[in-house]
């Protein structure tokens, strides 16, 4: 097939996205078809898109060409109305299927994907409108609450709003203030106190027009990815030091990640039923994964959110996931091509 892989962007996530497009593009190619990867905002200008899906290709070459965008993104962002880098949509176009290895913002919000659908480009993931509420912890709260999934107790809050103590929140110390759609725990604060709550908040509304206060579940990190609504082995995942931030993120070394998930097998069947639950609630199409806590104090299991392009780098959790069930790395790109080519034979 002729496929590409889309990356990068703009994005608080482009750094990550780079890694899991060009595993992605290196997997794809292996197995045969003819991939190439390009970055959906600085796209490639040289291509021809006659000729570009031909043998020729270098992905080295595609991945410093890509890089060589990261320092002056900035001033592009500023001087540019369109989003789509040159010959981003002529390539799309040619492609028989694009792989969406983009995270965050313009890629996992569904606006991407609502752009595709009109112009009839095929792409990997769910549809614009499940990308969008998950995008949204706050909407997608919301869904959980209609649906009876379980999830920490949380209010929305908007810039310029009057500020509030934790009181008047009439939420308990401590709490956890995240940017609604934001990734990667960046601009997510732990709040002991209300000073701390004012300056998290701060923190959040720089990032966006609104956050998310919700009370701090004290207990382990588990996630589970669903494909094709069957649910895979869960990872625990144990920061070494502090909570699973950015640098515990990606950092190599610093989070010890255990799969299958060493937890009671009741308590595994619990978070794989909800995660499916989940799943069908907000309407996802092909795969997601899904984030979870288990309270240490009484083992109540709730449900943070939904990743709709959960990372895909070879050392990424869903991968991980995979391999627990014999599936490499190869196969699970190929297995999302097929599980996300259903929402078209849907509609055929
Ligand atoms: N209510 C909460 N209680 C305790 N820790 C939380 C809570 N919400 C988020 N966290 C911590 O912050 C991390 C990031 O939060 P999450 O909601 O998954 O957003 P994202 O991964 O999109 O940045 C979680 O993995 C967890 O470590
Ligand atoms: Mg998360």
Redesign the pocket.
Known sequence: MKIVVLAAGTSTERAVSIVSGTGICRALRANGHQAILVDIFSGWKEADPETAFDDAYDIDEAVRYINSFNDHLEEEIASRREFFGPNVLELCRRADIVFLALHGANGEDGKVQAAFDLLGIRYTGTDYLSSAISMD?SRTKQVFHEEGIST?R?ITVFRGEKRRSSAEFGLDLPL?V?PCC?????G?S?CHTDEELAKGLDIAFRLEESALI?????GD?LTCAVIDREAYPIVLICPKTG???YTNKYQAGCTDEFCPAPIPEEKTKEIQALAIKANDALGILGYARF?F?MRRSDKKI?C??C?TLPGMTPTSLVPLEASVVGMDYVSLCEKLIEVSMKKYRKEA
Do not use: A, R, T
Request: net charge negative; no cysteine.
């Open positions: 912890k920490p949380g956890i995240k934001g990734g990667s725990s960046v997510v732990i919700e009370e701090f579940i004290e990190e909570y699973y931030d984030d806590l709730y943070l959110e990743n």
